[in-house]
């Protein structure tokens, strides 16, 4: 069962300022029995602009809705549901998804739900959060290869003190990845295959 809410202008005001995502507002709650909440949230601004050329689009294409999920709320996970917009560039004349920055391209999660789950990994294991039930192994995974790539070509400034730590499958099994984090700030710099290990350092420190 669940139970549908269509929030007042008030509900709708403190639960964007809940969520405190950019450029989106809550228009409605679901209450899922076993599952969650579930948010409804849509753009603010009614125009996108087109990663081609920069022009401004107000011409609608295609809408795409979809479910992703969000950092929790106490004990209750939080879902979004969103029309991710698809307009038509005049300028271009071709189609285009909407930027959304809370969420990366194809995936089923946001943002910063990840850099939570990625924390908890490097405390835990994989299995061991998969297991907790907020996203499945096969997200993880994919969690872990943004990473290591967003962070590829970082090379961190005034690096003192380099952490070494690694990330595991399962704990005891010897299947593992590499994860460099600078010990100062607490910041995850690299996550690399250990193979890699020793050249990832090389080129950090030269």
């Not at 507002?25 to 603010?44: A, F, M």
């Not at 071709?94 to 089923?108: I, Q, Y």
Request: aromatic fraction near 4%; charged fraction near 30%; charge should be positive.
């Amino acid at each position: 069962m669940a139970a549908v809410t269509m929030a007042s202008k008030k509900e709708i005001k403190m639960l964007t300022e809940l969520l405190e995502l950019e450029g989106v507002k809550v228009v409605s709650r679901h209450q899922h029995k076993g599952i969650g909440i579930i948010l409804e949230i849509e753009p603010i601004h009614e125009e996108s602009i087109c990663p081609r050329c920069g022009e401004k689009s107000h011409k609608l294409h295609q809408n795409h809705q979809y479910i992703i999920k969000d950092l929790p709320w106490g004990e209750s996970p939080v879902f979004l549901e969103i029309n991710r917009r698809q307009f038509k560039c005049k300028q271009c004349k071709k189609p285009f998804s909407e930027n959304l920055d809370f969420v990366g391209k194809r995936r089923t999660y946001t943002k910063r739900l990840a850099q939570k789950i990625l924390q908890q990994v490097l405390e835990n294991d994989i299995n061991s959060v998969a297991k907790e039930g907020l996203v499945t192994t096969e997200e993880i995974e994919r969690m872990l290869k943004d990473a290591s790539s967003e962070l590829a070509d970082l090379k961190p400034r005034d690096l003192k003190k380099l952490g070494l730590d690694e990330i595991a499958l399962i704990k005891g099994k010897g299947n593992y990845c590499a994860v460099l984090i600078d010990l100062e700030s607490s910041k995850l710099i690299a996550i690399i295959g250990c193979i890699s290990l020793l050249q990832m350092v090389q080129k950090m420190l030269s």
